[in-house]
């Protein structure tokens, strides 16, 4: 049965009402994700079979079996929701996926893609002054230049 709940003497919800919270903010949870949890980190979702990390954390040498993993160890399943969660989870998530997987290997393998002056690209500062619809957007315009590269035979 629904009623009025007080959550931590504080914070009153009332029956029938939606309670929404921005995904960002747990993606971003120092207590879940560790003292990197603000920064981008590629490697986060990666394990190696190797019991040597510091190779594979640093991209020397040879270190084992690369594999993708759901989520990195002692994380909990609510603290990435990417597409949503529980009873409104996306049904077409591992499609979504497949798609970004796909088209982002098409980019690396076709293009170059350089900062509009030709430096390399810098991880944009992103804009928490509103909640996305869709995407984190940038806090100001990242103007990029985009090559088709030269086929290698």
Known sequence: MFEDT???????LK???IVQIASGIIHVDEKVWGADAATFNPRRFISSSSNNTEQFSTGSGAAGEQTATQLPKNVP?????AFGGGGVICPGRHFARSEIVGF????LLAFDVTMEDDGVIELPEKDDRRIPLSVMKPAKDVRIRIRRREASE
Do not use: E
Not at 104 to 107: E, F, V, Y
């Open 6 to 12: 007080l959550i931590a003497d504080k914070y009153l």
């Open 77 to 81: 399943s609510a603290a990435y929701r």
């Open 15 to 17: 029956k029938n009402s």
């Open 104 to 107: 982002t290997a098409l980019m």
